[in-house]
């Protein structure tokens, strides 16, 4: 989806492309691994049939349920695995895409911080009301939070311009999240080459 382009498949030629729209790259790893996880889904329910048993897993074809269940639910799993660590060693990462995406709403994505930052001072509650009308504010007139943020008083009065643009940037919210992926990464068997495409 060209409007977002975030990230995208690893590309092999003409895999994904299509007959009328040459420029297209399909994700056909995702779209496999989306309906595979379907069919499995699928593979549960009819599972649940096997369940019920008579005495000594007799008659009643329960078992033999899953002659067709088991097999097959393997497959389907093992398949959309395969699929899926082909699509994380190659996995495309644009960056800069991400940060334009999310700049599109002038900082109001960053709006709890300024919200955590204020309720110090203010209360939890008029921390709140504060900044949902300064978002509602930006929405309406179209600004830029921190430009809404600064012209109020009761926020320039505790916090600086430069603070605020500092809150206002998702770059400086992103709590623990940073350690979180890193926790993942240290834990991870083998090593995944994960390709950062800068934009030209």
């Known amino acids: 989806m060209p409007e977002i382009g975030e990230a995208a498949e690893p590309f092999v030629p003409h895999r994904g492309a299509s007959s009328t729209m040459p420029h297209n790259n399909n994700p056909v ?3 496999a691994i989306l309906a595979l996880n379907k069919m499995l889904r699928q593979k549960a329910s009819l599972a649940f049939e096997a369940l019920p ?14 002659w067709d269940v088991v097999p097959e639910s393997f ?14 060693n190659g ?27 204020i309720a110090e001072t203010v209360g939890r509650a008029a921390a709140h009301d504060i900044v949902y009308d300064c ?3 930006a929405v309406e ?7 809404v943020l ?12 430069e603070r ?16 979180m992926v890193d926790r993942v990464l240290d834990g991870r068997s083998g090593t995944s080459q994960v390709e950062t495409v800068q934009d030209s």
């Open 29 to 31: 790893l995702t779209e």
């Open 53 to 66: 048993s008579d005495f000594e897993r007799a008659g009643m074809g329960a078992w033999h349920i899953e």
């Open 75 to 88: 497959t389907y799993c093992s398949a959309a695995l395969k699929h899926a660590e082909e699509l994380l």
């Open 91 to 117: 996995l495309r990462v644009y960056p800069e895409a991400m940060r334009r995406n999310v700049d599109l709403s002038g900082g109001l994505v960053a709006a709890e911080h300024v919200v955590i930052a």
């Open 135 to 137: 978002c509602r504010k």
């Open 141 to 147: 007139q179209k600004q830029k939070l921190a430009d």
């Open 150 to 161: 600064k012209a109020r008083v009761e926020i320039s009065s505790q916090i600086s311009s």
């Open 164 to 179: 605020i643009e500092w809150y206002c940037d998702p770059a400086n919210y992103l709590g623990l999240t940073l350690k």
